[in-house]
């Protein structure tokens, strides 16, 4: 029973500033939850609050039912990876692994046991003599989700680990660690500024954005109900185009959002306050069509392309709209060259509107 | 085409590295063959070549009364080593404390170390020796190595070495892996200091092999005395009368163990001293 | 909120103190308290005179009046005059060393074995340098007796009964004893210039000379500064050399006594209110020096340093 709840938790620092302002989060047990936002944004400080790297200046914080904020790291009963691995250059891969539980003064035979399961799991008996220096980044990652496994600890800390790996190791590492969490069933809290990790990894995901908690959502959700502005431009690549838009009274009822010549027609009572106002309207690169099936006469816009970047499948667009700077997915098939000018429509079911001045969402 | 210029610099350059080399190693050439030289031998002249006395000489050298040399060599070797251990592990153990930990006067008291980096110790010798009258520390060894607690450059290279070697994450990996804080420092932090510890070991080693000023004024009783003192003593007595095969007998005593250590060990020597000037 | 503030939480601040507590005791003890009792010295009347002893009786500044007079910038002088004759062409010497040594071009070989060479007497004991040095040079030693047979004197040279023969010789050993020190010091810097620098002064038609003085020597001026104040202190404290050169005596005619010897003088002959007054002097000069190095040291170096990288991992 390990879920993790801060209650009211504040953070500064001894320089006075305040880095996390008032944080309310509850983790709960066995659940995969990625903190992911900008650097600066306070997921560290909040991994490093629950390891007990970093005193908590107010506010409660509990594992399970206990309130941790005065207990040590090592009677936590966690376990962190790190960024850079942190493992002990002078020890042995094995001596890495088994340094906590000697520590802990398990008997040797046990902490033997431990080592070479977790080794076993994660393919590493062929290298538990070997010095951290003589093993590749990926092995590296490895012994130090070892390390931390062989704890068993009831909640598993990962900050960054995979941002020191290639491109291509760091996508067969996520799906390993993915797995390892089903496997061990315990709680894990990922640290992150890759929203595609975010995505892929979470169960459900914390976006944070200067010490304030955004949104704390399946991914899901996330990307197709992002509570604001903030929100919306983090998850999902390439960004969601925001567009300033006027809102209009429509003549065959329901309100439009207009910019340029374009009239994207929305029936949601949310915007009879928004009438002759600016509001911000998002949409998805992929929620443009290039396709027929979607031109409804006034949600077509006509653009140039500013240039194309042909990804195989599928081609993003770059365009320049009536002063806006819009991108779009579209099916490679579709893909018009740079200088040339493209149709697309709006997919009207799929637009955000987001209020100018406090960046909440008003529907979408 | 521009070889022929640079064929002159290569060759002027070797030149004068060659005598430079002769500076450096002539002396100590001389020195050891007059070593091996009798006295007589030494009055007459110079030779390039080894005399048959080295052992004679060594042998009333470490015969003579007034010249403790046996005692001199503990002395010396009890005092360097211990001088070196306490210089690199005080050092390491206050750089540690600076680097790895967050407190109100850590930035005051950096400051204040890199204030006092280069300050000679003779300017507060009155004092110091008045101190060690009273503490009754006077003619002991103690107050030869007891001040290397304090060795703001030792503490400098160390804390650059942390800076460059030890990320502050292993420290903290260690604190959740359940390792107590000295425990960290002793098990985590020192043998991957190695490195550092041991050039700075050397070093503090051989300054307080070499170290003159103090000693002489602390020690006055013969048997405490430490080989720059015999040697200091040597020179005040009358000289002339002296059996210079003995004379240089320990000069060489004095030198040759450090010369020795220093070919063996110097690459890392030569190193540290790189090191020890530059950032990073 | 006040309830939570009670919380105690996890600090580690206390553990800061405990490591770097010995360092200052230490330091306290053997240096600070030394210090201000050398200070507090200087301002009585505080000596030995036979058997008595007279004092301690403040007298203000007489102390420092009395060091004018007893020749303390006479002292000074001669410790800068040998300093000089070392110094100067230890740094030429160095620049040019560290020069060829990192020189693609010149492909000198050995560069090991010549850097080993030329910092051994750096590790010499001074003591016993200068007891060689004696030796060697006294009237009859094998300097004079090797010029003689090979017939370019006639009569011994009496290196240590003149005035530049003596200061000569300190210097000369000084130079010996730290240009090996001052050349690894600028070679490292010098290697520490990102090498393009030098492609790129090549490829626009620099000449080695041009080389070293347009780009060389203003790159590494950092630890020129660096190497001629700590230089500078390591003179103000020469000692060993002439003490044992001279037996303390600063011969001839105290040409050679340097101010440390001076105060190595009052503190045997236990006058300790003149030994305060030059400890106080020597103070205030290796304080301004010490300032020096503190600020080329951090010019981008030190504290800062270590800070950003932290927040850069924070973040």
Known sequence: ?364 | MEKKPSHVRTVIAYIVLIILTFLCLFFFYILIINASRHHSEIQKGFSFLPGTAFVRNLKNVLKDANIPVVSGIKNSLIVSSLSAAIATYFSALTAYGLYAYNFKLKKPAFIFIMLILVMPTQVSALGFINLITKMKMLNTLYPLFLPSIAAPAVFYFMYSYMQSSLPIELVEAARIDGCGEFRTFNRIVLPIMKPAMAVQAIFAFVSSWNNFFIPALVISDNSKKTLPILIASLRSADFLKFDMGKVYMLITIAIVPIIIVYIALSKYIVAGVALGGVKE | MDKGKKIKDVSYAKYGYFFIAPFFIAFLIFQLIPLGQTIYYSFFEYYRSGLKIIGPNPVGFANYQALVESGFLKYAGNTIIMWLIGFVPQIIVSLILAAWFTDVRLRIKGKQFFKVVIYMPNLIMASAFAMLFFALFSDNGPVNSTLISLGILHQPFRFLSTVWGTRGLVGLMNFLMWFGNTTILLMAAVMGINPALFEAAELDGCSPRQTFFKITLPMIRPILVYVLITSMIGGLQMFDVPQILTNAQGSPNRSTMTLIMFLNNHLYSKNYGMAGAVSVILFIVCAILCLLVYFTLNADDGMSHGKKKKKARRA
């Open chain 1, 1 to 364: 029973m390990a879920g993790i709840s801060f209650k009211n938790v504040v953070k500064t620092y001894d320089n006075g500033v305040t880095v996390i302002p008032d944080l309310n989060l509850e983790i709960e047990d066995k659940e995969f939850v990625v903190l992911v936002g900008p650097s600066g944004c306070g997921k560290s400080t909040t991994l490093r609050m629950i390891a007990g790297l970093e005193s908590i200046s107010e506010g409660e914080l509990y594992i399970g039912d206990r309130l941790i904020n005065a207990v040590p790291p090592k009677n936590r009963n966690i376990a962190m990876v790190f960024q850079s691995y942190a493992l002990y250059p002078h020890m042995s891969v094995y001596k890495n692994m088994a340094f906590a539980l000697e520590l802990a003064k398990m008997p040797k035979d046990e902490i033997d046991r431990k080592v070479k399961e977790a080794a076993e799991i994660l393919g590493l008996i062929p290298y538990l003599d070997r010095k951290p220096k003589a093993l590749s980044g990926g092995q590296r990652q490895r012994v130090a989700l070892g390390r931390a496994m062989v704890r068993n600890p009831e909640v598993f800390l990962l900050d960054e680990p995979l941002s020191n790996l290639d491109a291509k190791l760091r996508t067969e590492m996520r799906s390993q660690i993915s797995k390892l969490h089903k496997q061990l069933g315990t709680t894990f809290v990922y640290v992150t500024h890759d929203q595609t990790e975010a995505m892929t990894m979470g169960d459900r995901i914390c976006v944070m954005k200067d010490g304030i908690i955004q949104q704390f959502d399946t991914p899901q959700n996330l990307y197709d109900y992002p509570c604001n502005l903030f929100v919306a431009g983090f998850i999902g690549s390439p960004q969601m185009n925001f567009i300033d838009a006027t809102v209009v009274e429509a003549a065959e009822g329901g309100y439009a959002l207009c910019f340029g010549e374009t009239k994207v027609m929305i029936d949601r009572e949310e915007l009879a306050l928004y009438v002759g106002k600016t509001v911000i309207c998002g949409i998805r690169p992929e929620d443009f069509h290039a396709e027929e099936q979607f031109f409804h006469g006034s949600n077509v816009l006509k653009a140039e392309i500013d240039l194309d970047e042909m990804m195989g499948s599928e081609s993003y667009l770059y365009l320049n709209y009536a002063g806006q700077k819009l991108v779009t997915r579209v099916p490679a098939r579709y893909a018009k060259r740079t200088g040339e000018t493209i149709e697309l429509a709006v997919d009207l079911v799929k637009v955000h509107v987001f209020d100018k001045e406090t960046e909440l969402t008003i529907c979408q």
